[in-house]
């Protein structure tokens, strides 16, 4: 695989989709509507979650590795976010500069708790960095959606969460339960994976040039392709070519199930 994006990025990233999602937050007219894509949600409670979710990995980022998280951590004492405008926005910038002192001091390779232990994205800050992009991306686009002013995702962030996701959410050591499939992603912007879905589980490879077609094939933009994974727009926000059941077989599996 092509080397993903280097961790200084990686935290570039994560500043610029919090100012983004705090800038979409400061133009909402009323923080206690429903958010359309997070439905139990009003957008005082997805900041809320936000704020809450990074002040959490910071906690566990400088835990290292084999501790597991706590159910509920904030390193200042300010678990609630404030009502006002202002003490928000600024509560919200602190929440991702917590994450971000952590991600420092920890470097790319430090070992901490994931979630993902069977996929095939190390546990490490490096990987959960990686994560944070996508987490601040695809609810900014939420906020944005409830304001009826939704934009892509920017490209940068959507090719680079296209090949995160593959490899960190979908891929699994947990035996794909249906019929073998293989599943082809084209980006326009000039991306390309596989999904091999069998007995071994899913794993995510880069798709070569002269490799034959598989099973089927998604192409899109990978805004699009991201907003599908998030279950933000369906899949006919794609180009779909072949049998789409493995896909939407694997839009439903949960590989924890018992």
């Not at 909402?28 to 997805?46: G, K, M, Y």
């Not at 929440?95 to 993902?116: I, K, N, V």
């Not at 599996?253 to 018992?258: E, G, I, L, Q, Y």
Request: overall charge negative; glycine content about 6%; proline content about 9%.
């Amino acid at each position: 695989m092509p080397n993903t994006v280097e961790f200084p990025e990686v935290l570039r990233l994560i500043e610029d989709r919090s100012a983004a999602f705090r800038a979409a937050l400061a133009s909402a007219p009323d923080l206690d509507v429903p958010v359309p894509t997070c439905p139990d949600w009003t957008l005082r409670e997805l900041a809320q979650h936000l704020g809450d979710g990074r002040r959490r990995q910071a906690v566990i980022i400088a835990a290292g590795s084999g501790v597991e998280p706590p159910t509920r951590a904030d390193p200042k004492g300010a678990p609630t976010a404030p009502r006002h405008r202002e003490a928000l926005d600024a509560w919200l910038a602190e929440s991702t500069g917590l994450m971000l002192d952590a991600l420092h001091e920890a470097g790319p390779d430090r070992g901490c708790w994931t979630w993902w232990g069977r996929s095939q994205a190390p546990q490490t800050s490096g990987a959960v960095a990686r994560h944070q992009v996508q987490e601040l991306a695809v609810h900014t686009y939420d906020v944005q959606l409830t304001q009826g002013a939704a934009q892509p995702l920017p490209s940068d962030v959507a090719v680079e969460g296209v090949d995160e996701f593959l490899t960190t959410v979908a891929a699994t050591t947990v035996a794909w339960p249906f019929e073998p499939a293989t599943i082809d992603l084209h980006t326009t912007e000039g991306r390309s994976w596989r999904l091999t879905l069998d007995a071994d589980g899913v794993r995510c490879d880069d798709l070569a040039a002269d490799a034959e077609p598989g099973d089927m094939a998604l192409r899109g933009a990978a805004s699009d392709m991201i907003l599908y994974f998030y279950q933000r727009v369906p899949l006919d926000s794609l180009e779909a070519t072949g049998d789409t059941t493995p896909m939407e077989q694997l839009a439903d599996w949960d590989p924890t199930a018992p």
